[in-house]
Nanobody, 125 residues
């Protein structure tokens, strides 16, 4: 069982930056692939980024490439999402998710077993 707790959301002006954190329980954090998803009001949940258990592989949705960076610190059981050059369309509740490591960069939320409670990110224009 893995428990995930996100933090770091807030209100920021367009062009600004935020760093989200997701702290995980358990002693085998490095055996889990981690991902960030987001859900804007009235829209479906959307994949944002994923990182392999070792941290050696990452994958992003096209809309955030070059602006967002996913990383992890396995010693701290934490995954991060550094968000730069934020746009109003990035406004959403951001969720971190985990699943046992595979060889694939998975972008479908239904394939992730564990979810955090979410953190709100609001970007004003």
């Amino acid at each position: 069982q893995v428990q995930l707790v996100e933090s770091g959301g807030g209100l920021v002006q367009a062009g600004g930056s935020l760093r989200l954190s997701c702290a995980a329980s358990g002693r085998t954090f490095s055996s889990y692939d981690m991902a960030w998803f987001r859900q804007a009001k009235g829209k479906e949940r959307e994949f944002v980024a994923t990182i392999s258990g070792s941290g050696g592989n990452t994958y992003y949705v096209d809309s955030v490439k070059g602006r967002f960076t996913i990383s992890r610190d396995n010693a701290k059981n934490t995954v991060y999402l550094q968000m730069n050059s934020l746009k109003p369309e990035d406004t959403a509740v951001y969720y971190c998710a985990a699943r046992a490591s595979t060889s694939w960069m998975l972008i479908t939320g239904a394939l992730y077993n564990y979810w955090g409670q979410g953190t709100q990110v609001t970007v004003s224009s």
